[in-house]
């Protein structure tokens, strides 16, 4: 009988495939119909409604009880704010703690100023050229200000 000789041949662990990139209207298909998706902004929404109350308690209460400027008071509301936001996102809204706070802080404050950059820029067009009441002025600026800041914080804050 001739003798068996095993040749060891050894395999890769990974295979790697070339990236596809796919159309917008394609991923953004695929992401929509992912249950999960749909489930964290819920979440982000629970967080931006509690972060929506805290900015608003804040400048009503700089505003009014402090009697500061709108435009300063409008700055410390920021602050406060996306500090409880940063939190509850990275803890809860999309669990990112796969990596150091300080580098998701970092990217969470700078999309979270895009968007305050945004909000300020309503509030002072509100009060300035409509008459609004601060308050409410506010209020609308922030709320038209959340779609910018959810694309920025899932897409590079805490991006997987």
Request: with cysteine.
């Amino acid at each position: 009988m001739p003798e068996e000789r095993s040749i060891a041949v050894e395999l890769p662990k990974t295979v790697e495939f070339p990236s596809v990139r796919l159309p917008f209207h394609a991923r953004a298909r695929a992401g929509m119909v992912k249950r999960a998706n749909w489930f964290q902004l819920l979440r982000f929404s629970a967080v931006g409604a509690s972060g929506y109350l805290i900015n608003l308690g804040v400048f009503a209460l700089c505003v009014h009880a402090l009697a500061i400027d709108y435009r300063l008071s409008s700055a410390i509301a920021f602050v406060v704010s996306v500090a409880s936001n940063f939190w509850w996102n990275r803890h809860w809204t999309f669990d990112a703690k796969h990596e150091h706070p300080i580098f998701q802080g970092t990217r969470f404050f700078l999309v979270s100023l895009v968007a305050y950059g945004f909000t300020y820029v309503v509030l002072v067009t509100l009060v300035s050229d409509f008459g609004l009441v601060k308050v409410l002025a506010q209020a609308i600026a922030v709320a038209a200000a959340t779609p910018l800041s959810f694309l920025g914080q899932k897409l590079w804050s805490f991006k997987a």
